[in-house]
């Protein structure tokens, strides 16, 4: 039988696999759980879920709702799985990652717990005179950061965005343990009739270079050189609100509050104005801008800043690539 507490680790297992900020969120949970004193847990639903690979990212157990039906991710059923499972072993903590159906998941789950949720937190630590969960995340578009306690309702909630932590190195000596359930959840009322992924299958969270292009970029030649330069360093192209609201750049591309959360080691923003509504939703490791305002309010922000037209700098870019 597992043993109750510890810190849980939400596993999305979908149709690709497991997503890798869970894997990230299992190697921060094994930091955390050296601290705290506790075992790291991973709970996944549906069937073949990868076991080995959870306890080798740094898992201790698993907790697994073993059923077919369960492969495909959906709200309300997770909800009420994860919620019997976290009313029966009562963790002390609770991880998930923040894609887009962690974050849907994460609130309901919240809520039927009647416990509080920091949501997009770039720093986790372990209080050493209280034992709580120090959740830092960045506030007022990033122009603070905010470190929330939950001091006595439990779990303590999470959500964190891909590549803030590191992938740990699989360890394939640790010992698997797993802990099998079958659903008790009926089947849902949503019947899913297909899967579809972002335009081309882009996923902004899988690069560490983003190239992100804003209305001052200076037309489709210029938009076409930022997807050469994000090529050629590895990345891909991104979007402001404005280029995806203009037709211009399809919605799976778009960074900011109403878009995308990221958090490559580079963003380079060319002809972006840097508005909050933007910026919140960026968490660069190197912020790089392009603009021809010196007065653009994405200087304030920018590790590196260069006032000059964005054409200008992308052929002089692209030549010293060559």
Not at 4 to 12: D, M, P
Not at 115 to 135: M, N, P, R, S
Not at 270 to 290: D, F, K, M, P, R
Request: aromatic share 4%.
């Amino acid at each position: 039988m597992m043993e109750k507490n510890g810190i849980w680790v939400f596993c999305e297992n979908g149709p690709q696999g497991v997503r890798e900020v869970s894997y990230e969120l299992l190697g921060a949970a094994a930091r955390l759980a050296k601290d705290a004193g506790t075992r790291v847990v991973a709970v996944t639903l549906g069937a073949g879920a990868p076991a080995e690979e959870m306890c080798a990212r740094g898992a201790d157990e698993v907790l697994l709702v073993e059923d077919a039906a369960l492969d495909a991710p959906e709200e309300m059923r997770y909800t009420e799985e994860i919620c019997a499972l976290a009313r029966e072993f009562s963790p002390d903590i609770f991880l998930l990652g923040g894609t887009m159906f962690g974050r849907s998941l994460a609130p309901r789950v919240a809520a039927r717990l009647s416990t509080g949720l920091t949501a997009d937190c770039t720093q986790l630590e372990i209080d050493k005179e209280t034992g709580l969960l120090l959740q830092t995340r960045p506030a007022f578009g990033g122009n603070l950061f905010a470190t929330i306690l939950c001091p006595e309702a439990r779990p303590q909630m999470a959500t964190v965005r891909p590549k803030v932590f590191p992938l740990p190195a699989a360890d394939r000596a640790r010992p698997v343990l797993v802990e099998r359930r079958k659903a008790v959840s009926k089947p849902s009322v949503v019947e899913l009739l297909s899967l579809r992924g972002g335009e081309a299958g882009v996923n902004l969270a899988d690069y560490d270079v983003l190239v992100c292009v804003g209305q001052g970029i200076g037309g489709t030649e210029n938009i076409a050189r930022a997807e050469k330069l994000a090529e050629k360093l590895g990345g891909t192209l991104a979007a402001s609100r404005p280029m995806v609201d203009a037709g211009i750049l399809p919605y799976a591309r778009q960074v900011g509050q109403t878009g995308k959360s990221v958090a490559p080691k580079l963003y380079l923003a060319l002809g972006v104005s840097g508005a909050i509504q933007h910026l919140a939703g960026v968490n660069a490791e190197v912020l790089a801008a392009v603009n021809t305002d010196p007065e653009a309010p994405i200087f304030e922000h920018a590790d590196y800043g260069i006032v000059q037209d964005c054409g200008a700098f992308l052929e002089e870019a692209l030549a010293a690539l060559q």
